[in-house]
DNA sequence: CGGCAAGTTGAGCCAGGTCAACTCCGGTGG
DNA sequence: CCACCGGAGTTGACCTGGCTCAACTTGCCG
């Protein structure tokens, strides 16, 4: 008599997709973790709450976009970090210093799951806790680098690497190569990398005008040149050739 | 018939502290880990290269200040992320997009752990688990804090933010709330917060001249005024009070 | 085929980068 | 004890990338 999977987890990407948390769990375990924890569908501008996250601290990504968005005291907002499918979104313990919201970006699917069933879960399966701990520590690499790109980057080099990690996403899909997609709108994406939709309007139309990529739509981009693209991202800003052999 | 604390942990921080990771250790644990790990002293400028992590990817701070530092093509660094007492720094699976070397900023000591008993360790022992879990969690926050901070706020903003954790610190431990310690120089200081040191320079003598902070020394500042600077910080910047009334 | 939100383009301005000179301070040797 | 040195930090003058505000174009949905 085998336990059956439960119907929600039978379609859903963390536990079909073998790189993630759900599908490393036992049906067992994946039955009292699904008994116990809500999943949940949310549109453009959804938010989990403060004090929803109080409660649900750990919330895993199905599909789509989400947003960990900080509101400064005079309005100006920021986009501190993206999740998407896959991610393990671990709050337990957030300092409140950092008054914060968990925000969709479009449709997304995500699962709340109960705190204690994940801690028994992971405190017990080898499998799973290395998985997720794999991706806390990803999640830590990316906050990381993203600070570097925030912190020393000009605009046009920001959105480099933002589009470059956009296409490594893509690869792993194991799709075309050259392109990348933008999961997002531009004012998010303003945000995420801390400018003004403005000048990510104007770093786009730099980087279309001197040919590096082409818009297939507005959200998808082909790479016509990634190394140069790779460059701008890495920093490497040849001022001007000249320049360089004459003032010392 | 006991087993013996290795002497070179009954000294170290990490041992000693109770929130540290080695405090939640049984001797015996405590003794295999230290048979196979390596601790070492570093001063300024010291680098844990990119082959040494490697082979060591699990680095354990004991005291002073490691950083993160990453180099850009044309030569900008940049502090990716400050580590001190009491972190442990997993740098296992670190992607390789990011050149990045651990650097010590003056005098430290760290512990170099052996990834396997590390790993052993931590499936085993939940306690241990849980610490060097909650350690990791705060360093993705710390992480996303500080990107949040490099992308939206400007130069006297993040060093008002940049006093703050340091008072927070100091706060911890249980010393005079109003005093924060700059544990790095003013170049550390100004890569760590993405800007020049020049800038640096200019910011913290504005805050001095509208007295709210006063230094002691060029590495401890007194806080006259803990509201005025949070809310600098938090980016409450009241352009000016008329402003406000008459322009819409 | 409106109508509205999203995105783009243009012009002017300012925070902070850049470069160069200067001050301050701790260490070292005469 | 002082003179000297070198590195760290500060100050000043100038310049530029990106923000701001406002007008315009595009794309999407009923």
């Given at each position: 008599m085998e336990s059956q999977i439960p119907t929600i987890c039978k379609s859903c990407t963390l536990h079909c997709d073998s790189g993630n948390f759900c599908a490393r769990l036992t049906t067992d375990e994946l039955i009292q973790l699904n008994g116990r924890s809500q999943s949940a569908s949310m549109k453009r501008g959804d938010?989990?709450?403060?004090?929803?996250?109080?409660?649900w601290p750990i919330v895993a990504v199905s599909s789509g976009v989400l947003s960990l968005q900080h509101l400064m005291a005079d309005g100006r907002k920021s986009i501190a970090a993206l999740y998407m499918q896959g991610d393990i979104i671990d709050l337990r313990g957030i300092s409140n210093r950092n008054r914060c919201n968990l925000i969709s970006l479009g449709n997304s699917k995500v699962c709340r799951l109960s705190p204690e069933v994940f801690e028994r879960v992971v405190s017990t399966n080898t499998d799973a806790q290395n998985t997720v701990w794999r991706n806390l520590r990803e999640q830590t690499f990316r906050a990381i680098d993203h600070s570097v790109d925030m912190s020393k980057k000009q605009a046009l080099e920001k959105l480099?690497?933002?589009?470059?990690?956009?296409?490594?996403?893509?690869?792993?899909?194991?799709?075309?190569?050259?392109?990348?997609?933008?999961?997002?709108?531009?004012?998010?994406?303003?945000?995420?990398?801390?400018?003004?939709?403005?000048?990510?309007?104007?770093?786009?139309?730099?980087?279309?005008?001197?040919?590096?990529?082409?818009?297939?739509?507005?959200?998808?981009?082909?790479?016509?040149?990634?190394?140069?693209?790779?460059?701008?991202?890495?920093?490497?800003?040849?001022?001007?050739?000249?320049?360089?052999?004459?003032?010392?």
């Amino acid at each position: 008599m085998e336990s059956q999977i439960p119907t929600i987890c039978k379609s859903c990407t963390l536990h079909c997709d073998s790189g993630n948390f759900c599908a490393r769990l036992t049906t067992d375990e994946l039955i009292q973790l699904n008994g116990r924890s809500q999943s949940a569908s949310m549109k453009r501008g959804d938010a989990l709450s403060d004090e929803a996250l109080m409660q649900w601290p750990i919330v895993a990504v199905s599909s789509g976009v989400l947003s960990l968005q900080h509101l400064m005291a005079d309005g100006r907002k920021s986009i501190a970090a993206l999740y998407m499918q896959g991610d393990i979104i671990d709050l337990r313990g957030i300092s409140n210093r950092n008054r914060c919201n968990l925000i969709s970006l479009g449709n997304s699917k995500v699962c709340r799951l109960s705190p204690e069933v994940f801690e028994r879960v992971v405190s017990t399966n080898t499998d799973a806790q290395n998985t997720v701990w794999r991706n806390l520590r990803e999640q830590t690499f990316r906050a990381i680098d993203h600070s570097v790109d925030m912190s020393k980057k000009q605009a046009l080099e920001k959105l480099a690497s933002f589009i470059i990690e956009c296409n490594h996403r893509e690869l792993s899909d194991a799709k075309n190569t050259a392109v990348a997609k933008i999961p997002v709108r531009r004012v998010d994406l303003a945000e995420y990398i801390g400018v003004q939709p403005e000048t990510v309007s104007r770093c786009f139309k730099d980087l279309q005008d001197r040919g590096i990529i082409t818009f297939e739509k507005l959200s998808v981009v082909t790479i016509n040149d990634v190394s140069t693209l790779r460059e701008i991202a890495s920093g490497d800003r040849q001022p001007n050739p000249q320049k360089t052999l004459v003032a010392r």
